[in-house]
């Protein structure tokens, strides 16, 4: 491979110890802006050449010791110097993610100055998971110490593309590994920008390296790769099979994998304020325009409030203004890209031949702007069995659901496949932990609204069914990265 010199705007292309590469693929892949319609650049579509110089590169630098065998307060020192450049860079970060897959820049979500908090937590937190020392004879000294995995393969969604690609490096950083990172092919830029900016902050050449392209090529060389001791992967159930599959069919290396949900909001009628529920419930659905995985696309009701809450809910998803996702007045941009778009209206044409009500939203529109936007959209009198209450959409769909019970809510909540998360909005404390006991998954309960950002960062989250496999987030994400090393001295 050539080094060719470019700043980090100029081009999407293989990011290896610490210089841009020429790609060794022949095929390139259009990256369309979804405000538009319009091509916004070329990449290459990797191929397993460049991944085995990336893995070559983080593999070395791994082995050297270059970065897990420094000492805490320099791996410290260097994560905080990139927290800083990231939130300095925040603006361009969330512009170059708007214009590659439509989340507008005025999200606060997951955007870039929260990736740079995401940082900061695992910066400080590097030094904060410890070992064991075991109970032992007088002739023996048992520990137990946590040592990095290795290489790490990152392979990260195009729905918050900056945060996710720092949720995935920052603990695997903190742990002492070495990372190859794996962007989505509609958004690879800010990726290749958190690359330089870690090189500016004094991470050493070869530590983090990205490999942009699709997939099929560069996401299975990698997951098949014998030097990559873990994949860590977010993206759909189905892929993260597949994950398990390469890891099994190459050097049994670890998965983590956090994968689709159709995540439940549950509403009870025993005095929960029904203004704050709906702009929560609301709120989480225009995120993004409903374009992440713990989404709760299935509002499940009390039936003697069903009237009044849908009502409220459909008059604010009414208010959205949207637009290009570069507009600072945009709310509610366009979904990812014409794949996604034809996936999401799939499903609304097809809800009605299950016998759903379309209340609200349910077409495409803003056409003139070649743009791939889609109305928030409601459906009422869906049956828990349909594949719009069973699949996971990934777009502003969401199905009401009534129920006359507790048990009969928790029986609807549980019966999918996934294990995500799920909201329950109850003012009677007992119900509450019923529920958080009874239902399989991460749960949020609220008696109001929300007026803080809770445990932050160091919230943990390990999912239920095919929503994945491992910890992510907190400490305990941090030691997903690592393994346990046993150490048994026997002494005289």
């Known amino acids: 491979m050539n080094c060719v010199l470019h700043k980090p705007d100029e081009m999407v292309a293989p990011f290896v110890d610490g210089k841009i590469l020429e790609s060794q693929s022949a095929s390139a892949i259009e990256v369309i802006n979804p405000s538009n319609g319009q091509s916004l650049l070329m990449i290459q579509a990797g191929c397993d050449a460049d991944v085995d110089h990336a893995v070559t590169s983080a593999r070395r630098a791994f082995d050297d010791g270059r970065w897990g065998e420094e000492p805490p307060s320099f791996r410290k020192k260097i994560m905080h110097l990139l927290a800083d450049f990231i939130e300095r860079d925040s603006s361009e970060l969330d512009a170059l993610d708007a214009g ?93 920008r958190l690359a330089f900016l870690a090189l500016r902050a004094g991470l050493p050449p070869g530590v983090l390296n990205v490999v942009p392209g699709l997939g099929r090529t560069v996401g299975r060389a990698l997951a098949l790769h014998r030097q990559v001791d873990m994949v860590s992967f977010t993206g759909s159930t189905a892929v993260g099979k597949q994950m398990l599959q390469y890891a099994g069919q190459s050097n049994l290396k670890v998965v983590l994998a956090e994968c689709g949900g159709k995540s439940a909001q549950i509403v009870f009628d025993d005095g929960v304020d029904l203004d704050a529920a709906s702009e929560s419930i609301a709120s989480l659905l225009l995120t993004n325009q409903g374009q992440l995985c713990s989404v709760g696309s299935r509002l499940l009701v009390q039936r003697s409030i069903e009237g009044a809450l849908v009502n409220k809910i459909v008059a604010r998803v009414k208010q959205v203004v949207m637009g290009d996702a570069l507009d600072p007045n945009t709310t509610f941009g366009p979904l990812a890209s014409a ?154």
């Open 100 to 192: 590659e897959m439509g989340k507008p820049i005025r999200e606060l979500r997951a955007n870039a100055a929260s990736a740079a908090q995401l940082m900061r937590f695992y910066a400080e937190a590097l030094d904060k998971v410890t070992g064991d020392v075991y109970d032992s004879d007088a002739g023996s000294f048992v520990a137990q110490r946590r040592v990095p995995r290795g290489v790490v393969a990152a392979i990260v969604p195009w729905n918050f593309p900056t945060f996710n690609a720092v949720l995935k490096l920052a603990p695997a950083l903190a742990a002492g590994n070495c990372v190859v990172m794996k962007p989505s092919e509609l958004s690879s830029r800010s990726s290749i």
């Open 339 to 492: 794949a996604q778009c034809a996936r999401v209206m799939q499903y609304i044409e097809g809800a009605p031949d299950e016998g759903a009500r379309l209340v609200a939203g349910g077409c495409r529109t803003l056409l003139h702007t070649g743009g791939y936007f889609v109305e928030p959209t409601v459906f009422c009198n869906v049956s828990p069995t349909a594949r719009i209450a069973q699949e996971e959409i990934f777009g502003p769909v969401l199905s009401v659901i009534p129920f006359e019970n507790e048990a009969e809510a928790i029986r609807v909540a549980n019966g999918t496949l996934y294990g995500l998360a799920a909201y329950v909005w109850t003012a009677n404390l007992s119900t509450a932990m019923r529920l958080t006991k009874a239902l399989r998954s991460s749960v949020w309960v609220y008696a109001a609204a929300s007026r803080g950002v809770g445990a932050g960062h160091a919230a943990s989250f390990e999912p239920w069914g095919q929503s994945g496999l491992g910890v992510e987030g907190g400490l305990a994400g941090l030691e997903s990265y690592q393994r346990r090393q046993l150490v048994w001295i026997t002494h005289g």
